[in-house]
């Protein structure tokens, strides 16, 4: 029982610090579609590491994370991200929940063969930045809109919301 106790905790610590990792590239020029392409795998890597990162934690490593997703976000022909008034009005005046926005967006659609299903799309990039805000809770301000995409998920009504935003 006491190995079986220290495997699970050592799995568990190393799947911790695996979470907190993420190294820049060594190159990060960005220009041919290629380049793009073959930044996907750092680009997940860095969504994950935002997204399991305290925001009060390694503040000046998170604006460099954020700079190098936006770089490549802003510059992919392979992802295109729809931030409209409506989906994207709970997210818009705080960087740091449009940015879980745009990169909770960015992953589903790397992970789902470049998607281009906006309301999929639309419903992981909501996911994400709740996610973001439960984690965070504790660092920021309360958000009411959030909590309501809180109340609706918890509904199961997120996808009802999502659609009818998405309309107009």
Known sequence: ?????????LALLSMGSYAQEFDF???????TE?????????????????ANTPVNTQVEKRKKVNAFLLQWMSGTPTVSILVNSKVGAPFMDDPEYLMSYMVGWTEY???????????????AAVL?????????KDFLNKRGSIEKLIKLKKKDK?????????EG
Do not use: Q
């Open 109 to 123: 659609s790397i992970t789902h063969n470049h998607s281009k299903d906006d309301k999929a799309c639309a419903k």
């Open 1 to 9: 029982m006491k190995k079986l106790l220290t495997t699970l905790f």
């Open 34 to 50: 290629g380049d793009f392409t073959s930044f996907e795998s750092k680009v997940l890597e860095a969504i994950a590491w935002r």
């Open 158 to 166: 997120l996808d009802e919301h999502i659609a009818k935003s998405l």
């Open 128 to 136: 994400h930045v709740i996610d973001f805000y439960e984690k965070n």
């Open 25 to 31: 590239p060594k190159s990060m020029v960005m220009e």
